[in-house]
């Protein structure tokens, strides 16, 4: 049975860090990209960054530098990294997976496959 469980999140201040986790089972990592979004209220959802299996990785220009994303295949868990928090920031994560081929540089726009509950984040001071 395929699940992604994302764990993380919670209730930082404007500039500060949090690291979200998504672990994976019933499935191994290497052969799916994996991607995480966020949802804020009222607003659609969006791609936030994504990762191939060979580790290639794309970033929304909102949080280009700010955010981290890595995966440890034998953990089978991506991880997303985030800094300089902002109030924007704040909304629902969830990471996803879709089958993708190793070397193929991932993609946040085309259809995932799988998709976890979320977690949420909220900045705020």
């Known amino acids: 049975q395929v699940q992604l469980a994302e764990s993380g999140g919670g209730l930082v201040q404007p500039g500060g860090s949090l690291r979200l986790s998504c672990a994976a089972s019933?499935?191994?990592?290497?052969?799916?990209?994996i991607g995480w979004f966020r949802q804020a209220p009222g607003k659609e959802r969006e791609g936030v960054s994504c990762?191939?299996?060979?580790?290639?990785?794309d970033y929304a220009d909102s949080v280009k530098g700010r955010f981290t994303i890595s995966r440890d295949n034998a953990k089978n868990t991506v991880y997303l990294q985030m800094n300089s928090l902002k109030p924007e920031d704040t909304a629902v994560y969830y990471c996803?997976?879709?089958?993708?081929?190793?070397?193929?540089?991932?993609?946040?726009?085309?259809?995932?496959?799988?998709w976890g509950q979320g977690t949420q984040v909220t900045v705020s001071s």
């Open positions: 019933g499935f191994t990592l290497d052969y799916y990209a």
């Open positions: 996803a997976a879709d089958h993708w081929p190793p070397n193929r540089a991932c993609d946040m726009f085309v259809e995932y496959d799988y």
């Open positions: 990762i191939s299996g060979e580790g290639s990785t």
